[in-house]
């Protein structure tokens, strides 16, 4: 069982280009998220989904697309990356909670972005 | 913004005493969550405590949620140099109570 695995771990870009960053789990989550880290400091919310087909927007949306074809795969795109965009970027998945069941969230181990 | 806010930013303690970490948000919950995150690696999940509920133990770990102040607290028993760490609260809002906002997190060091 893999659960989240998010590709690249490291990348590093030149302002203006573009670049996915993937990430599938295999534990047949509905929701799945997006997330970015900067230096001390806790995660914010980019862009996120409850199901195949349907994104929203988090905190920090701009500068980034997703999408959500299947359940298990929800990919970040930067459009034309900026210096700013210099981040840790982390990817999740849970449950929806229900009577029964938590949504405690799994995440992946995180792809370490650099734009130059 | 972010909903949640620990305190205290940092803290030290020695191998076998009790570490305590507060949470505070602004606005209404479903659930409040908190994670562990090791040298910038993925968090993982601690203990989830659902808005109607007021206290929880897992191991080591109790958590108590007060919703009237908004407040809650992770209470770590007899540490160990293994639970050094950066700990975070977030809150899960919304119907699903899955959407996360995450605090900015205390960095925990346990002294052997």
């Known amino acids: 069982n893999a659960g989240v695995t998010q590709t690249p771990k490291f990348q590093v870009l030149k302002t203006g280009q573009s670049m996915t960053l993937q990430c599938a789990q295999d534990?047949?989550?509905?929701?799945m998220s997006w997330y970015r880290q900067d230096p001390g400091m806790g995660l914010r919310l980019i862009h996120y989904s409850v199901g195949a087909g349907i994104t929203d927007q988090g905190e920090v949306p701009n500068g980034y697309n997703v999408s959500r074809s299947t359940t298990e795969d929800f990919p970040l795109r930067l459009l034309s990356a900026a210096p700013s965009q210099t981040s840790v970027y982390f990817c999740?998945?849970?449950?929806?909670?229900?009577?029964?069941?938590?949504?405690?969230?799994?995440f992946g181990q995180g792809t370490r972005l650099t734009v130059v | 913004s972010q909903q949640g806010e620990e305190d205290p930013q940092a803290l030290s303690i020695q191998e076998g005493e009790n570490a305590t970490m507060n949470c505070s948000y602004k606005t209404s919950i479903n659930n409040l969550q908190w994670y562990r995150q090791n040298s910038g690696r993925g968090l993982v999940h601690l203990i989830l405590i659902r808005s109607n509920e007021r206290e929880k133990h897992s191991g080591r770990l109790r958590v108590t949620l007060d919703t009237s102040k908004k407040s809650s607290s992770l209470l770590i028993t007899a540490s160990r140099a293994a639970d050094t760490a950066s700990y975070f609260c977030?809150?899960?809002?919304?119907?699903?109570?899955?959407?996360?906002?995450f605090g900015e997190g205390t960095q925990l060091t346990v002294n052997p």
């Open positions: 534990m047949n989550h509905e929701y």
């Open positions: 977030a809150t899960g809002v919304g119907t699903s109570g899955s959407r996360l906002t």
């Open positions: 999740a998945s849970s449950y929806v909670m229900t009577g029964i069941r938590n949504t405690e969230a799994f």
